[in-house]
């Protein structure tokens, strides 16, 4: 087996070769309806300028293959790409003669050996984006390069949802021991392009648990080729129809060393909506599998292969938070936040949360967050009511929300788990209160009340957070005012001159002092009571 490392192939200015083909000048990008990604027949963005300005509003092949490079292009709408150079020549990755296209992956093999001249591929690449026009689709471009254009190959590619590994000759799920195996709604994709550089037709299968069930037949020229394809199609492809200029190191039957220089007819890109292919059921797709075969038919023999990861769906994203300090019979709110930074949408099945418990059917009735559209971000919250004792035996207060989400055909696959952790400390608010007074005094004599309030709130000891909230007369919780203040038995409301001292917020530790002056009018024993409200800050 043999292939390159694209990370080390430099990075060169294309020299742009224009496909003359009528749709394709270079104020019109060959887009062809689906306006994210240029299926022109070339590699080059249209409006591209040689480097160091580059400046690009269109993406092609250069774009991904860059992207694969360091440092990177950021690409617009490009949720993922993938690009993979393969091996040339008598020793490179190759199925192993009787693999066929709609075998179960088990059954494949791969041995180093030579693909025939007109089925050796030279790259395979893709990228995925979001329909710029529903915004809720889709579209995977797909591509690859090949070293001759002579006789009669077919190529294709297989989008697997288990992201797989070649071992040993065979297909395992990365990171296990396990055979990769198809899944339901895996994509198959067939094309048949001239060695003129016409696309005469594409055909589209998917996975149905046994075999290939076909799904759509792009068949003519006037359907499957881009230049001619209806506006917004459901898939199309273009090969080029003149030569063109390529980045990455391309090798050319009976060139030695590696060209920038692409003959007609051995360039292929295409353009498919998953989402519409697969009737709204398009899966989380991982790996690509291009390769060339006998024939143009989806039980036709395998040749070359070269395997690429690119990813439909992306890991969705969740964030979680609570204000740091609560204390016992306080509601702690969090709020979750979640975000799709995918090209898939993508539905939720379930969430929990290690305090609270399972909040699936809530999330998904009453919140945005039941369904991420590509792009999206949906918060919510929810509350969690500190129990008395928990000061003591359970400071500070954590948990873990999880969140799995599914792409439409319900498939699960790792991609998918959204989790975030949230610690919040607990105080314990206190305040120590000292009053002093005359012992004695005769009617109408002037008498001095002393107050001393201090602010004794607790932390835990080793606590992250090692002051409590100030404590404050007046607050407002849950948008509602929370009013306290001192008031005296005897003398009344004492808020007023317990504020002009600076007794109406106390930050932790703090103590204040403040004076009553009033005339003893009693002929008995006084007893007055006094009662201190704060409320932390
Ligand atoms: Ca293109
Ligand atoms: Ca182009
Ligand atoms: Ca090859
Ligand atoms: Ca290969």
């Known amino acids: 087996m043999s292939s390159h490392d694209a990370a080390l192939a430099p990075m060169s200015a294309p020299v742009v070769s224009e496909d003359s083909g009528a749709l394709n000048s270079p104020s019109a990008p060959g887009v062809y309806g689906i306006s994210v990604f240029e299926l022109d027949g070339n590699a080059v963005p249209f409006n591209f300028t040689a480097p160091p300005t580059v400046t690009l509003s269109a993406t092609d ?22 690009f993979r150079l393969d091996g040339t020549g008598s020793n490179e990755d190759i199925f192993q003669p009787g693999s066929k296209i709609n075998d179960e992956l088990s059954a494949w093999s791969f041995t180093s050996g ?4 007109k089925g050796d591929l030279v790259n395979s690449m893709g990228a995925i984006a979001v329909h710029p026009g529903t915004l809720t689709e889709t579209l995977a471009y797909l591509g690859l390069s090949r070293t001759d254009n002579s006789g009669s190959t077919s190529y294709g590619f297989w989008l697997l949802q288990p992201s797989v590994v070649m071992s040993g000759g065979q297909l395992f799920i990365s990171g296990t021991n396990t055979l990769a195996t198809h899944k339901v709604n895996d994509l198959l994709v067939l094309s048949d392009f001239s060695n003129g550089g016409s696309v005469d037709r594409i055909q589209l299968y998917r996975w149905n648990g046994t075999g290939t069930t076909s799904l759509f037949d792009l068949n003519g020229v006037n359907i499957a080729d881009c230049r001619n394809a209806p506006a917004d199609p459901i898939g199309c492809g273009r090969s080029n129809t003149v030569p063109i200029s390529v980045t990455w190191p391309y090798y050319n039957k009976g060139e030695p060393g590696f060209t920038s220089t692409v003959p007609i007819g051995q360039f292929f890109e295409t353009g498919i909506n998953l989402t519409r292919i697969l009737g709204g059921n398009q899966g989380c797709y991982s790996s690509l599998v291009a390769f ?11 040749k070359d292969s070269v395997l690429a990861s690119l990813q439909t769906c992306a890991q969705i994203e969740m964030v979680k938070s609570a204000t740091p300090q609560s204390k016992e019979g306080d509601v702690i709110t969090y709020t979750i936040t979640m975000s799709n930074p995918g090209a898939t949408l993508m539905r939720l099945q379930t969430f929990s949360d290690t305090l609270v418990g399972n909040l699936t059917n809530l999330v998904t009735s009453t919140t945005a967050c039941g369904v991420l559209t590509p792009f999206e971000t949906c918060s919510f919250n929810y509350g969690y009511t500190v129990p008395a004792g928990a000061f003591a ?9 999880f969140a799995v989400y599914v792409p439409p055909s319900g498939q699960q696959f790792s991609q998918t788990l959204a989790s975030d952790v949230n610690v919040v400390e607990l105080f314990k608010p206190g305040i120590a209160v000292t009053k002093s007074g005359p012992t004695y005094a005769v009617p109408g004599q002037l ?35 929370v009013t306290g203040g001192i008031v005296d038995s005897v003398l009344g409301n004492l808020s007023a001159p317990a504020a002009a001292a600076g007794c109406d917020m106390l930050s932790h530790g703090e103590t204040c002092m403040f004076e009553v002056p009033t005339t003893y009018n ?6 007055n009571t006094v009662v201190f409200t704060y409320h932390p800050a």
């Open 61 to 82: 092949w250069f774009s991904v293959y860059n992207k694969t490079l360091s440092p990177s292009l950021a690409l617009a709408n490009i949720t993922s790409v993938g």
């Open 114 to 117: 030579g693909a025939p001249d």
């Open 292 to 302: 060339s075969s006998a024939s143009f038919s989806d039980s036709s023999s395998l």
């Open 393 to 401: 035996n359970t400071n500070p207060i954590t948990n873990v929300a």
């Open 447 to 481: 008498v001095t009340y002393t107050f001393s309030v201090q602010n004794t709130s607790q932390v835990k000891v080793g606590a992250a957070i090692t002051t409590a909230p100030a404590l404050v007369f007046t607050t407002t919780a849950d948008g509602i005012v």
């Open 522 to 527: 009693s002929l008995g024993l006084l007893t």
